[in-house]
Every structure is written in C-alpha cells, then in structure tokens.
C-alpha cells in the first residue's frame, strides 16, 4: 500500500478539490447568454397575454352597451371592431420585435 496523504487521496479518487471546482472560468460562465435565450421570447407571450384579456374586457364593453341601449347596436358594433383590430396589433408589434 501506498503511503499517501488523505488529501492525495482523496484528489485521486474523486477528482479535482472542491475550492479549484468552485472557481469560474470564462468557459463556464454561460448563465447570462441562458437567460436572454429563455427570456427572448416572453415580450410576445404577454403581449398575447394583454391582448386576450383587451378583447375580453372590450367585449363585455360591447355586450353590456348594446345590453343597455339596444337601439346602439351598429355603431357599438363598428367602434368594438375598431378596437378589437387595434388591440390586436399589439401582438404583432411584439411578434416584429422578435430577434431571428
């Protein structure tokens, strides 16, 4: 048997000490080019997101217009679709702002 120190041995058997690991170097610091690959996208998902709950509330806007005056029906008609189509291109805004 050997005659080696446990700390000897211990780099033998499992490798490299835990403080020489724990060290960054400029190969393993990928966290930050991670992140704005999972985060490059999320602009589009809350555009989409706003923009369901924009035309929701747009026509319960509508339904309780023509709810309450009937007679309004056209012209509630014609401004909700207005504003349904604006609110809509929020989400292709975001979708132009999307890197290739």
């Not at 509630?76 to 999307?98: K, M, Q, R, S």
């Amino acid at each position: 048997m050997r005659n080696i120190s446990r700390k000897q041995h211990i780099h033998e058997k499992f490798g490299q000490p835990h403080d020489e690991v724990a060290k960054p170097t400029k190969d393993k610091t990928m966290i930050l080019p991670l992140l704005a690959e999972m985060s490059g996208s999320i602009h589009v998902g809350l555009a989409a997101m706003g923009v369901g709950i924009g035309i929701g509330l747009t026509g319960m806007g509508m339904a309780t217009a023509v709810g309450r005056n009937p007679g309004a029906f056209t012209p509630v008609l014609v401004h909700g679709i207005l504003a349904i189509a604006f609110t809509e291109a929020i989400v292709f805004y975001a979708l132009f702002l999307l890197p290739h």
